[in-house]
Nanobody
Framework: QVQLVESGGGLVQPGGSLRLSCAAS??????????MGWYRQAPGKQRELVAT???????NYADSVKGRFTISRDNRKNTVYLQMNSLKPEDTAVYFC?????????WGQGTQVTVSS
C-alpha cells in the first residue's frame, strides 16, 4: 500500500530553519508522475496549502510562505522536500505531505513543526 512518511519536524527558534522530507513508497505509478504537496494544520484551524510541485516541477506557494519556503523533489529517491527558512511562530503546525495523480490521492501522517523561543 502507499506510504508517505514525513520527517524533519521539530522545535526551532524564530528565524531558524528546518528541512522536511516526505518519502513515498508503494505507489502504483512512478513517483515522477505524481503531483506532490505540503499542507499544514495549526490547532483550531483548517488544513491549508503550503506548497505544491507538479510532475513537471512547476511550483506554487501560499502567499504566507513565499520567499521563505522552497519545495523540491528528487524522483530518484521518491522524496519531496520542504526547505523552511526565516521561520515564524505562526508557522507552527502539523505539516502533511500529499501525493496525487488522476484519482489517486494520498496523505502522510504529518510531522510537528513548532517555532518558539
Amino acid at each position: 500500500q502507499v506510504q508517505l512518511v514525513e520527517s524533519g519536524g521539530g522545535l526551532v527558534q524564530p528565524g531558524g530553519s528546518l528541512r522536511l522530507s516526505c518519502a513515498a513508497s508503494g505507489s502504483i505509478f512512478r513517483f515522477s508522475m505524481y503531483n506532490m504537496g505540503w499542507y499544514r494544520q495549526a490547532p483550531g484551524k483548517q488544513r491549508e496549502l503550503v506548497a505544491t510541485i507538479t510532475s513537471g516541477s512547476v511550483t506554487n506557494y501560499a502567499d504566507s510562505v513565499k520567499g521563505r519556503f522552497t519545495i523540491s523533489r528528487d524522483n530518484r529517491k521518491n522524496t519531496v522536500y520542504l526547505q523552511m527558512n526565516s521561520l515564524k511562530p505562526e508557522d507552527t503546525a502539523v505539516y502533511f505531505c500529499r501525493q496525487s495523480y488522476l484519482t489517486a490521492d494520498y496523505w502522510g501522517q504529518g510531522t510537528q513543526v513548532t517555532v518558539s523561543s
